[in-house]
């Protein structure tokens, strides 16, 4: 099982700040990760796909990259609705794997 | 538009059994894989199981054997049968859709979740 670790845990930022979310996997993914986001009672919402594309509707301001064991979610300027927490997944491997997770959060 | 409603969630006893539903609209069920993720209270992801839209089904080492998925593309509802059901399977059950026929993909929409319940 492929075992996928962010950091860091917890962000503090204030909008209009720069976030930047790792994901480290413990074996080459190549580039099949994706970054979810999920806010307080609701479903996640696919954001990223495939390292570095962005989903449908999703704001120029969310960015992927990285390939192989380590990769990287950027939010360029934190909007107010960006605080929430994100998660990235591996679809190399079955069985699928999601990180814990990291929560953005407002200083 | 894309609509997932997921139904049959409630509070069971450690052992039992429940099956869940996925009421799927907006799209041509049959043509597109689909899956469950679950998240225990206060806790992250886990992915559950997959069917392809061939079929072919996927499982977590920690339901095989347990839990099955299946799919009536007559009815555009996915199911999962989950059996002897234990305490660590509490958690909100969501159902999502893959983007094409191939259980290989990323989960591009998803339901609201419906929150299974074990107790001991």
């Known amino acids: 099982e492929i075992v996928l670790t962010q950091s860091p845990a917890t962000l503090s930022l204030s909008p209009g700040e720069r976030a930047t979310l790792s994901c480290r996997a413990s074996?080459?993914?190549?580039?099949?990760l994706a970054w979810y986001q999920q806010k307080p009672g609701q479903a996640p919402r696919l954001l990223i796909y495939?390292?570095?594309n962005r989903a449908t509707g999703i704001p120029a301001r969310f960015s992927g990259s990285g390939s192989g064991t380590d990769f990287t979610l950027t939010i360029s300027s934190l909007e107010p609705e960006d605080f929430a927490v994100y998660y990235c997944q591996q679809r190399s491997n079955w069985p699928r794997t999601f990180g814990q997770g990291t929560r953005l959060e407002i200083k | 538009e894309v609509h997932l409603v997921e139904s049959g969630g409630g509070l069971v006893q450690r052992g039992g059994s429940l099956r869940l539903s996925c009421a799927a609209s907006g799209f041509t069920f049959s043509s597109y894989a689909m899956s469950w993720v679950r998240q225990a209270p206060g806790k992250g992801l886990e992915w559950v199981s997959a069917i392809g839209g061939s079929g072919d089904t996927y499982y977590a080492d920690s339901v095989q054997g347990r839990f099955t998925i299946s799919r009536d593309n007559s009815k555009n509802t996915l199911y999962l049968q989950m059996n002897s059901l234990r305490a660590e399977d509490t958690a909100i059950y969501y159902c999502a859709k893959l983007p094409g026929e191939s259980a290989y993909g990323w989960y591009s929409v998803w339901g609201q979740g419906t929150l299974v319940t074990v107790s001991s």
């Open positions: 074996q080459s993914v190549t580039s099949y």
């Open positions: 495939d390292a570095s």
